[in-house]
């Protein structure tokens, strides 16, 4: 079995049931062991849009990253998720943050995520349930990369 975490981000509608909606699909092909709280962000990139709806997951699946990439992102699209420009609003946002302790290059897919690291929103969510994750890439655990992130 593989463990993933997962990042969810929705701004658009009914946040909390979009993220509700999100976490049930993601559980008819994998097993949720954990979830952060959900928290209120400011945008990120592109800043000029409503606050985000953001939650940490933490699943068990028997799919493989790209195998589990296709599923979020048909997860998406029955959300009426449709791709346009980077960092734009969405209905939904499902991202592999982490998959095991790989580190996966490929056209379709990077993990660890490039940019988890940065992100206050996600490194506060994981924190809140795997503080001693240690990161693949970077070799410091969740609470040491949230510790040193500049406040922004």
Not at 1 to 8: A, H, S
Not at 11 to 21: A, E, P, V, W
Not at 68 to 85: D, T
């Amino acid at each position: 079995m593989n463990k993933v975490f997962l990042g969810l981000g929705t701004n658009i509608g009914d946040r909390q049931h979009h993220l509700q909606i999100a976490r049930e699909h993601i559980a008819t092909s994998s097993k949720l062991l954990i979830a952060s709280s959900i928290i209120e962000t400011i945008p990120w990139g592109v800043t000029s849009q409503s606050n985000y709806l953001n939650q940490v997951l933490l699943i068990e699946t028997n799919l493989e990253a790209l195998d589990l990439l296709a599923a979020l992102q048909a997860i998406e699209a029955s959300m009426g998720r449709v791709r346009k420009v980077k960092w734009e609003a969405r209905i939904i946002d499902i991202d592999i943050l982490f998959f095991n302790d790989e580190m996966i290059t490929t056209a379709e897919l990077t993990v660890p995520h490039p940019f988890a690291h940065q992100r206050k929103f996600v490194l506060t969510s994981m924190n809140e349930i795997a503080p001693d994750y240690i990161h693949p890439v970077l070799q410091k655990s969740i609470a040491d990369l949230l510790a040193a992130l500049p406040d922004k």
